[in-house]
């Protein structure tokens, strides 16, 4: 990162942080009318897109990212993001393989690698990057989110009732996790209602 845009690409970061994300993409686009070679920049930029969802915008500046600097983990992870979140499983592995080359066992990359492994059909390969990124953050609860909703996704209810209720501790808020634990529930109740 260049010194001269360090507190840019902080003001940029904390207006981020406060959903204030068009407002954080105009900080970088400053930044890019005088160096279009500042690589925080392009990630800064696709990472607020993706929060806003607009995932064309979001692979343009991450492109560009990519073309500043191909090894960069986080540009290769946030073009893996958007790939997954397009449900193009193939492009996201290969991108977020790329990143986890370049910045091995982070564990947000190697979540959104397990999940993109799983929903790609290679559901033990998912699993098991997701427990290793569970292992590397145990009170993530983006983490334990998903990989109990692949457990349920593979019928294992108990694994699943485990990590929503762990996710609950860590993140009393988090909705999806309290709608899947009523979920896992019901399916464990009716087939232990079916195996009696």
């Known amino acids: 990162m260049k010194d001269q845009y360090y507190h840019l690409l902080v003001q940029a970061e904390e207006l981020k942080m406060l959903n204030k994300h068009r407002e954080a993409i105009e900080v970088c686009q ?17 990472d607020n897109y993706i929060s806003l969802k607009a995932y ?10 990519l073309k500043v600097d191909r090894r960069s983990a986080n540009a290769n992870y946030l073009y893996g993001f958007v790939w997954s979140a397009l449900h193009e499983w193939d492009k996201a592995i290969k991108f977020l393989e790329f990143a986890n080359e370049f910045q091995a066992n982070h564990p947000e990359v190697l979540r959104c690698l397990g999940w993109a492994y799983f929903c790609s059909g290679l559901r033990k390969k998912g699993l098991a990057i997701l427990e290793r990124a569970l292992v590397l953050a145990p009170y993530d609860s983006y983490v334990l989110c998903d ?22 501790e860590v993140d009393p808020e988090n909705i999806k996790a309290r709608e899947c634990l009523k ?3 019901m399916f464990q109740e009716g087939n232990m209602e079916s195996a009696s």
């Open 56 to 65: 064309t915008k979001a692979q343009k500046a991450l492109e560009k990212a």
């Open 147 to 168: 990989l109990g909703i692949c457990h349920l996704n593979d019928r294992s209810f108990e694994r699943a009732m485990d990590l929503f209720s762990k996710t609950l």
């Open 183 to 185: 979920i896992a529930r």
């Open 30 to 46: 400053s930044i890019l009318l005088q160096d279009l070679n500042v690589l925080e920049a392009y990630e800064e930029i696709g």
